[in-house]
């Protein structure tokens, strides 16, 4: 197995484990030991999206720049790229503390709990333990480990995080010593890859400061300012549920919205797999010019994962009463965070790699025009929302976003690039999944567990029967083929 396949195994398993990982603290545990106080744990969520809006501005896109320009470098003038990238890295630094101490005003309303003037200043750990950690990730990448950096941030952070969590319920942390910890998770990893770095890596760095405004330099400028719009937008779609919620609601309502979210994202899990994997070979064929190729992985990428996120919501959903009760009397409420928030995600699923197809044809630049018109969008539709909807509003705001941006996006690809993801099954499945859909209001949910199981192992072999016996999806049915074929011998 070459060096590429085989890292690229380890990144998933770190991807998944480390899912496991946050839905085991998120949806087993935090709404147990944040019950009675759940703006303990909302803060501690709007620290990190107020850090994550920050952080993508903040950087420069360094990281982005060194996987983009080190080879190049390498060659000729690595000692003054390594300069280049250390020089900016301290300004960085210096500039975000400066920003974080005298704009808090910024993140800081009216209804603001105090607990976030209080603790406003752990961001700091959060922003400089995410821009350092993710520089010294690139370094490790282009160097051919990205082993090290994924089990960093996908398992270790999250084991961490786990770890503290489980403290912090048995009384082994007090709130404040929990929070200060949980901030500073990110230093954690980047410890370990600092530590790794220094032992691993010889860099050699050629101080000369006229190298940084030089014409060797002019076109990584470009380079880091386009993606810094790219990434910056996309941080802010990402993170701007719970700035809305803080603005206009409360911290125990970012709580209660966190734990709901987290169930709705297991449907971007598939899409997600399948983009890692597509993208390298998308890139490739835009290069060999093989449109066919692209446009056959585009089909595949949008019915396959349909079909996995599809039962996934039906699973959540059929079982949502008794998930209600495990969550209690405080995490238990607005369900429909839940639904809304996994139409727009199935949404983005059925629209495939669109995304990945724009930014990697020559069209990339468009890609900019959707994220800021994505931001738009969500912030729009969050100001109309919440003050007739409430928190439920924030899910619906982000559905209607999603669900309109890859209108857009399908159109854009349909038009330029004369391709499109849907086919004669495609429609067939939709309309199934509508009528699936329709009927699941008529079934009532339950809250005990032999009725849960019964309606999920009925619904579960009807709906795998359907989908394999109309061989919607080849790859499924292979694979379903296998699967059986083992079990009987």
């Not at 002019?218 to 701007?240: E, R």
């Not at 699923?349 to 994220?371: E, M, R, W």
């Not at 100001?383 to 857009?408: W, Y």
Request: glycine share 4%; aromatic share 18%; proline share 2%.
């Amino acid at each position: 197995m070459g060096i590429i396949a085989k890292q690229s195994v380890q990144n998933s398993l770190s991807t998944y484990l480390g899912f496991i990982i946050g839905g085991i603290y998120t949806v087993l545990l935090v709404p147990k030991v944040f019950e009675h106080n759940p703006e303990e744990w909302g803060l501690a969520r709007l620290l990190i999206s107020i850090a994550m809006v920050m952080i993508p501005w903040m950087q420069f896109s360094i990281p982005n720049t060194i996987i983009k320009f080190y080879s190049k470098f390498q060659k000729e003038n690595i000692g003054n790229f390594i300069f280049f990238i250390y020089f900016w890295l301290i300004i960085i630094n210096v500039f975000s503390v400066f920003f974080i101490v005298f704009f808090k005003d910024l993140f800081i309303s009216e209804k603001t709990n105090t607990l976030l003037i209080e603790n406003y200043v752990l961001i700091i750990p959060i922003i400089l333990g995410n821009i350092l950690f993710e520089v010294f990730a690139a370094f490790s990448r282009v160097n051919l480990n990205s082993v090290l950096p994924s089990f960093l941030k996908e398992v270790i952070y999250r084991l961490f995080v786990l770890i503290i969590i489980l403290a912090f319920s048995y009384n082994k942390l007090d709130y404040n010593s929990f929070l200060v910890l949980y901030s500073f998770s990110y230093v954690l990893i980047f410890v370990i890859i600092i530590v790794k770095h220094i032992f691993s890596y010889k860099q050699k760095i050629i101080i000369d400061f006229k190298f940084l405004f030089s014409d060797q330099i002019k076109h990584v400028y470009k380079y880091a300012f386009f993606i810094l719009l790219s990434t910056g937008a996309a941080m802010i779609t990402l993170n701007i549920d719970n700035l809305m919620i803080n603005k206009y609601l409360s911290l125990p309502d970012i709580a209660i919205y966190s734990v709901w979210f987290f169930l709705a994202t297991t449907l971007s899990v598939p899409l997600r797999s399948i983009t890692g994997i597509a993208a390298p070979i998308i890139s490739k064929c835009f290069t060999n010019n093989d449109i066919s190729t692209i446009k056959t992985i585009y089909k595949k990428s949008s019915i396959t994962p349909l079909i996995i996120s599809t039962f996934i919501f039906f699973i959540l959903w059929l079982n949502v009463d008794l998930i209600k009760m495990y969550f209690g009397n405080t995490f238990g409420q607005n369900e429909k965070i839940l639904l809304y928030i996994s139409i727009g995600n199935l949404f983005n699923v059925a629209a495939g790699v669109n995304g990945t197809i724009i930014t990697l044809s020559k069209y990339y630049k468009i890609d900019i025009v959707f994220q800021v018109l994505l931001v738009g969008l969500v912030i729009i539709t969050n100001v109309i929302f919440i003050p007739i909807f409430q928190i439920e509003g924030v899910a619906m705001a982000t559905a209607l976003s999603l669900i309109l941006i890859n209108v857009a996006r399908l159109i854009f690809v349909f038009v330029r690039l004369n391709m499109h993801p849907f086919s004669k099954k495609y429609t067939l499945f939709v309309l199934f999944v509508v009528v699936l859909f329709i009927i699941s209001f008529f079934i009532k949910s339950s809250e005990g567990i032999i009725d849960n199981i019964i309606y999920t192992t009925l619904f579960s072999c009807l709906y795998g029967a359907i989908v394999y016996f109309l061989k919607i999806s080849r790859d499924l049915n292979l694979s379903f083929g296998k699967i059986v074929s083992f079990i009987w011998k």
